[in-house]
């Protein structure tokens, strides 16, 4: 969650660094994403890193990398020095979360395992949205900068907490495992249909989930004349609700309720709603009740498809790479989703943003499809 802050501090302060940076529509929507683009190139390969490397090693190097880069970037006096710090952010922010899940199902009881994989899921909804709410209070009659340093100081508490309580648990240390070549689990993993599944169906989620999550403050204050403090509480109160969807995805599959209609269920609804919240002659209210909507019900799918992993992974050790090829497949979504949509928007006007929103829905809902034929095709006797 504290690794999200530095997703989160950013949507609210887009509107500040514009102004203060000279930022055009193209580059707000690359400072949005570029925390992801790390991910979007190695994330599989950071997985399998730290299968070697150390996962507790791992977290407290990323927490490092998040602080370091938040506090040299408030200090940046261009958008393309900015720019910089928000890749090394990336690295730190996927270093953290690729490495966590394996500690976490170390440290829970079997019995506890998919109920503490379920509240993984809400780690971004949770801490973006955590830091949204805090950058609402800070930013009026202060900058953007601002939102940096606290980033940085929780990054910084986090580090000394880890390094105080994590660093001294011996069941956290590496475990001595017999591995193939870094390659062969990946080109292992990359050719098998599953996890190449998953990681296109949560590509296409995150590519319209940032889409309108991170475009949302400026929507608000230039079409609907918002200030920006009212922006960014919104805001993160409209990315908070996720939270309650990734929790819902596994009460609803407890219940019995298929992986496929999860999926496809959420993204063919959610569809219509997010065209909505940027088509033109929708009353202001209703806009806003569609975007809390479209980001609750939304929010089943990474709840779905984090527990679809040892399912489809080809053999239980490579669950970390497939996590990884998730991940990869998600950060290219968000790194991909803002810059089209300010692409659209500054091409043909907000209601064209609609035309990403339902064809990255559209993806999601497809792959939902094959992951449901190739379940029944693995698991049938």
Same mark, same amino acid.
């Given at each position: 969650?504290?690794?999200?802050?530095?997703?989160? /501090?950013?949507?609210?302060?887009?509107?500040?660094?514009?102004?203060?940076?000279?930022?055009?529509?193209?580059?707000?929507?690359?400072?949005?994403?570029?925390?992801?683009?790390?991910?979007?190139?190695?994330?599989?390969?950071?997985?399998?890193?730290?299968?070697?490397?150390?996962?507790?090693?791992?977290?407290?190097?990323?927490?490092?990398?998040?602080?370091?880069?938040? !506090?040299?970037?408030?200090?940046?006096?261009?958008?393309?020095?900015?720019?910089?710090?928000?890749?090394?952010?990336?690295?730190?922010?996927?270093?953290?979360?690729?490495?966590?899940?394996?500690?976490?199902?170390?440290?829970?009881?079997?019995?506890?395992?998919?109920?503490?994989?379920?509240?993984?899921?809400?780690?971004?909804?949770?801490? #973006?949205?955590?830091?949204?709410?805090?950058?609402?209070?800070?930013?009026?009659?202060?900058?953007?900068?601002?939102?940096?340093?606290?980033?940085?100081?929780?990054?910084?508490?986090?580090?000394?907490? !880890?390094?105080?309580?994590?660093?001294?648990?011996?069941?956290?240390?590496?475990?001595?495992?017999?591995?193939?070549?870094?390659?062969?689990?990946?080109?292992?993993?990359?050719?098998?249909?599953?996890?190449?599944?998953? #990681?296109?169906?949560?590509?296409?989620?995150?590519?319209?989930?940032?889409?309108?999550?991170?475009?949302?403050?400026?929507?608000?204050?230039?079409?609907?004349?918002?200030?920006?403090?009212?922006?960014?509480?919104?805001?993160?109160?409209?990315?908070?609700?996720?939270?309650?969807?990734?929790?819902?995805?596994?009460?609803?599959?407890?219940?019995?309720?298929?992986?496929?209609?999860?999926?496809?269920?959420?993204?063919?609804?959610?569809?219509?709603?997010?065209?909505?919240?940027?088509?033109?002659?929708?009353?202001?209210?209703?806009?806003?009740?569609?975007?809390?909507?479209?980001? #609750?019900?939304?929010?089943?799918?990474?709840?779905?498809?984090?527990?679809?992993?040892?399912?489809?992974?080809?053999?239980?050790?490579?669950?970390?790479?497939?996590?990884?090829?998730?991940?990869?497949?998600?950060?290219?979504?968000?790194?991909?989703?803002?810059?089209?949509?300010?692409?659209?928007?500054?091409?043909?006007?907000?209601?064209?943003?609609?035309?990403?929103?339902?064809?990255?829905?559209?993806?999601?809902?497809?792959?939902?499809?094959?992951?449901?034929?190739?379940?029944?095709? /693995?698991?049938?006797?």
């Amino acid at each position: 969650m504290v690794a999200a802050f530095h997703v989160g /501090k950013v949507p609210p302060s887009i509107p500040s660094i514009r102004e203060e940076l000279g930022a055009s529509l193209r580059q707000a929507g690359w400072l949005l994403s570029t925390v992801n683009l790390i991910t979007a190139l190695a994330g599989m390969a950071i997985a399998l890193t730290a299968d070697r490397f150390g996962h507790r090693r791992l977290v407290l190097l990323g927490t490092a990398l998040c602080f370091a880069a938040s !506090l040299g970037g408030a200090f940046a006096g261009s958008v393309d020095t900015l720019l910089i710090g928000r890749v090394v952010e990336g690295l730190g922010f996927i270093a953290v979360t690729v490495a966590l899940p394996t500690l976490l199902l170390r440290i829970a009881s079997p019995s506890d395992q998919r109920f503490v994989m379920t509240l993984w899921t809400s780690y971004m909804p949770a801490g #973006a949205g955590s830091m949204m709410l805090i950058a609402a209070v800070v930013l009026p009659g202060t900058s953007w900068r601002v939102a940096w340093l606290v980033a940085s100081a929780a990054s910084a508490l986090m580090l000394a907490a !880890l390094l105080w309580r994590a660093l001294p648990r011996r069941e956290l240390d590496p475990l001595p495992v017999s591995r193939r070549p870094v390659l062969h689990e990946m080109a292992e993993v990359a050719s098998t249909g599953g996890p190449l599944a998953i #990681a296109l169906c949560f590509g296409a989620y995150s590519c319209c989930w940032f889409a309108v999550i991170g475009f949302l403050p400026t929507l608000l204050i230039e079409r609907l004349g918002f200030a920006t403090s009212a922006a960014a509480i919104i805001t993160a109160l409209v990315t908070i609700v996720n939270v309650g969807g990734n929790l819902a995805a596994g009460w609803l599959m407890h219940r019995g309720m298929p992986r496929v209609a999860v999926i496809a269920g959420a993204a063919v609804s959610m569809a219509f709603c997010a065209a909505g919240v940027f088509m033109d002659g929708v009353p202001d209210l209703l806009r806003l009740v569609l975007a809390g909507v479209y980001s #609750a019900v939304i929010g089943v799918v990474p709840g779905a498809l984090f527990t679809a992993l040892p399912v489809h992974a080809p053999r239980p050790e490579l669950v970390g790479a497939s996590t990884g090829l998730l991940m990869q497949g998600s950060n290219i979504g968000a790194l991909l989703g803002p810059p089209i949509t300010g692409a659209l928007v500054a091409s043909g006007g907000w209601p064209a943003a609609a035309r990403l929103t339902s064809a990255a829905l559209a993806i999601a809902a497809a792959a939902g499809l094959f992951l449901h034929w190739r379940e029944r095709r /693995k698991l049938s006797p």
